[in-house]
């Protein structure tokens, strides 16, 4: 599986890597536009907040801009990142459609393809993670509805039996939202494949995962563990720029910096970390849905008849009999 989903980068890396550069590349600039135009506008409220001749307890309506300003950012960020990685999510099984088939795609297909399934995915991504927190947020509220009518009954001796019972709690959610998040692992890409809606999609992901549950697990898992050790390797010579001596010191600011010294002497830094984010997500986020879709591909492979499945879903005329089934090692 692993050295499947690196043969399909290794092919068809350029539609891949350029739908995903041209999405997280665009979020990223929206991210640093964003915050330039951010820290202009607070940037009198943070000579303010530094001053000299600010109080000891900062005023509300210097903290308030800030907060209002940075807190619209992230919930920017959550969003833009959120359609890019739905997008890039969808493109890796429309490229392995057409890699099972050994025929070629371009960027434009891929673009076009992942698009039309974007809100189906966020649709079943969102279902998923429903799925999963509704359990933890229950158990939450009951825990400190508990604790609450405790201490109103006064009974201090109460509360290590609701503390241990809590942790135990938590305890069995940990592998009861693992076993629910495997089980929905292959929505997504059953999602592109099949054309299912989210909530089809995932009764579909559960019934191939059925029997499956430790080898999807075990593969997924090595998968996901790869692409973020891989990442932070990309990301270290970054980092270690960023820590040579003297090339950004705080000391080189004044008693009393201004906004715009603060944004000349970390802007370079925020900029290479960006850039270092941005190289390590175009490989963390292709390579673990390629190994997820060659699970799907793998499975249906094993149970179910799937080269004129694959041909129809490709929008191709049926395999002719002599070229049998697709690999699976494709």
Do not use: C
């Given at each position: 599986?692993?050295?499947?989903?690196?043969?399909?980068?290794?092919?068809?890396?350029?539609?891949?890597?350029?739908?995903?550069?041209?999405?997280?590349?665009?979020?990223?600039?929206?991210?640093?536009?964003?915050?330039?135009?951010?820290?202009?506008?607070?940037?009198?409220?943070?000579?303010?907040?530094?001053?000299?001749?600010?109080?000891?307890?900062?005023?509300?309506?210097?903290?308030?801009?800030?907060?209002?300003?940075?807190?619209?950012?992230?919930?920017?960020?959550?969003?833009?990142?959120?359609?890019?990685?739905?997008?890039?999510?969808?493109?890796?099984?429309?490229?392995?459609?057409?890699?099972?088939?050994?025929?070629?795609?371009?960027?434009?297909?891929?673009?076009?393809?992942?698009?039309?399934?974007?809100?189906?995915?966020?649709?079943?991504?969102?279902?998923?993670?429903?799925?999963?927190?509704?359990?933890?947020?229950?158990?939450?509220?009951?825990?400190?509805?508990?604790?609450?009518?405790?201490?109103?009954?006064?009974?201090?001796?109460?509360?290590?039996?609701?503390?241990?019972?809590?942790?135990?709690?938590?305890?069995?959610?940990?592998?009861?939202?693992?076993?629910?998040y495997v089980r929905f692992s292959l929505a997504p890409t059953v999602v592109v494949f099949e054309q299912q809606r989210p909530m089809a999609a995932l009764r579909r992901s559960t019934a191939l995962v059925r029997g499956n549950w430790w080898r999807v697990f075990g593969i997924g898992l090595l998968a996901y563990v790869m692409a973020g050790v891989i990442g932070y390797m990309i990301q270290m010579p970054f980092q270690m720029i960023g820590m040579l001596p003297g090339l950004f010191d705080p000391a080189d600011l004044g008693a009393e910096p201004s906004g715009g010294e603060v944004?000349?002497?970390?802007?370079?830094?925020?900029?290479?970390?960006?850039?270092?984010?941005?190289?390590?997500?175009?490989?963390?986020?292709?390579?673990?849905?390629?190994?997820?879709?060659?699970?799907?591909?793998?499975?249906?492979?094993?149970?179910?008849?799937?080269?004129?499945?694959?041909?129809?879903?490709?929008?191709?005329?049926?395999?002719?009999?002599?070229?049998?089934?697709?690999?699976?090692?494709?």
């Amino acid at each position: 599986m692993l050295g499947g989903a690196f043969t399909t980068l290794g092919r068809y890396w350029k539609p891949l890597i350029g739908v995903a550069l041209t999405l997280f590349g665009a979020a990223t600039l929206v991210m640093i536009l964003a915050l330039v135009v951010a820290a202009s506008a607070v940037a009198t409220q943070w000579d303010a907040l530094t001053s000299a001749h600010s109080p000891d307890a900062p005023d509300a309506a210097v903290l308030v801009p800030l907060g209002v300003a940075f807190g619209v950012l992230m919930l920017l960020g959550m969003i833009v990142f959120l359609l890019a990685t739905a997008v890039v999510q969808a493109a890796a099984p429309v490229v392995l459609q057409e890699a099972v088939l050994g025929r070629p795609v371009t960027f434009g297909q891929v673009w076009r393809r992942a698009w039309s399934r974007v809100w189906s995915i966020i649709g079943t991504v969102f279902l998923t993670w429903l799925i999963l927190i509704v359990p933890m947020v229950l158990l939450t509220a009951a825990f400190v509805g508990l604790i609450v009518y405790t201490a109103t009954l006064g009974d201090q001796d109460g509360f290590v039996p609701l503390i241990v019972a809590g942790f135990l709690g938590g305890l069995l959610l940990g592998p009861v939202a693992t076993w629910l998040y495997v089980r929905f692992s292959l929505a997504p890409t059953v999602v592109v494949f099949e054309q299912q809606r989210p909530m089809a999609a995932l009764r579909r992901s559960t019934a191939l995962v059925r029997g499956n549950w430790w080898r999807v697990f075990g593969i997924g898992l090595l998968a996901y563990v790869m692409a973020g050790v891989i990442g932070y390797m990309i990301q270290m010579p970054f980092q270690m720029i960023g820590m040579l001596p003297g090339l950004f010191d705080p000391a080189d600011l004044g008693a009393e910096p201004s906004g715009g010294e603060v944004l000349a002497l970390f802007g370079g830094l925020m900029l290479m970390s960006f850039v270092s984010q941005l190289i390590s997500q175009l490989f963390t986020s292709v390579f673990p849905p390629l190994v997820v879709g060659l699970l799907y591909v793998d499975l249906r492979m094993r149970t179910e008849n799937l080269g004129p499945v694959l041909a129809q879903a490709a929008g191709a005329a049926p395999l002719p009999e002599q070229y049998g089934p697709p690999p699976s090692h494709a």
